[in-house]
């Protein structure tokens, strides 16, 4: 028996003082009431209502029961509320900053459409693996290397004119004897200001002959591009983000970078619904839908025609 379902019927009819006005106002048909006040009836052993008469009176039994019968139905109602505002309660989650906004806002709706109520954080790396940390939020996309990532996004190299090969080698940005051309520099953004990122291309910079200021960490994207975009500098980003700068990218012949991006979450249910349910969509987010940098030859995405050499 269900004992809240027969006690609503129970405060409902001894409202109304019928059975037919007490089911309505409880939403069910007469006989469902009448079926239910006998089931809690037969549970006690006692009756509830007098019904020698047209008229429904309680009896002893049923007025000292009601008060406690009213606190059951008002709990229950009060458990319905709860359960439903824990639903609605939205699941803060860390995001890398570089996210597009557009991006992130059909995140948000995919989410509704699943019942998951986002409410999304954007901040670099560092900044996210301490909101996990300190629990500020319930989940965070986090950086971690190629092996261990969920999401991956393969980096290169992007400039303001078209490269001349398919690849970039890291040798070509030697300067020459003479000096007289200024040294490229690559632009590391914050979000690749990681270990298994920066120290790679760090390293086969030097081995390739690179002057130590020709590999530097740029203070923000914005800045970084801002000098991809005006000089002949060259910023380290995925495919996605060159072709929202309008740069031409390539991809870097040696060391092969890789972002990587895994969920770290406080609840393995948080943990369940980012990583499968919306997996997708956070893959759009990062820029790691189809896991292809980019054509390997020719012209990629993005690429404006122009004869001037990178």
Do not use: K, N
């Not at 998951?116 to 986090?142: T, Y």
């Not at 992007?158 to 003479?178: K, M, N, Y």
């Amino acid at each position: 028996m269900d004992v809240v379902a027969a006690c609503r019927a129970f405060v409902a009819v001894s409202g109304h003082g019928s059975f037919t006005s007490g089911a309505a106002a409880a939403g069910i048909p007469q006989s469902v009431a009448s079926r239910r006040i006998a089931a809690l009836e037969e549970h006690f052993g006692a009756r509830i209502f007098d019904r020698s008469s047209r008229a429904v009176r309680l009896t002893s039994f049923g007025r000292d029961m009601l008060p406690a019968a009213r606190r059951l139905v008002d709990l229950a109602d009060a458990m319905g509320d709860d359960a439903e505002r824990a639903r609605l309660r939205p699941l803060r989650v860390a995001v890398p900053e570089i996210c597009p906004a557009h991006r992130l806002a059909t995140l948000v709706v995919a989410a509704r459409r699943q019942r998951i109520h986002l409410e999304v954080r954007p901040a670099g790396p560092r900044e996210r693996a301490r909101l996990c940390r300190s629990l500020e939020v319930g989940a965070g996309i986090v950086a971690v290397p190629e092996a261990a990532a969920s999401w991956r996004v393969p980096l290169g190299l992007a400039a303001r004119t078209p490269f001349p090969a398919p690849t970039v080698f890291l040798e070509t940005l030697r300067s020459g004897r003479a000096r007289t051309q200024a040294r490229r520099r690559i632009l590391i953004q914050p979000e690749d200001d990681v270990a298994h990122l920066r120290d790679p291309l760090t390293r086969a910079g030097q081995s390739a002959g690179l002057a130590p200021a020709q590999v530097t960490v740029a203070p923000s994207l914005v800045d970084a591009a801002a000098a991809a975009l005006s000089s002949p500098d060259l910023l380290l980003c995925s495919h996605q983000q060159a072709e929202d700068f309008a740069l031409h990218w390539r991809p870097l012949a040696d060391p092969r970078l890789i972002r990587g991006y895994d969920i770290a979450a406080g609840v393995s249910e948080d943990l369940d619904q980012l990583s499968t349910v919306l997996h997708s969509d956070i893959a759009r987010c990062l820029g790691a839908s189809d896991g292809d940098p980019g054509p390997a030859g020719g012209s990629a995405p993005g690429d404006r025609p122009t004869g001037e050499p990178a």
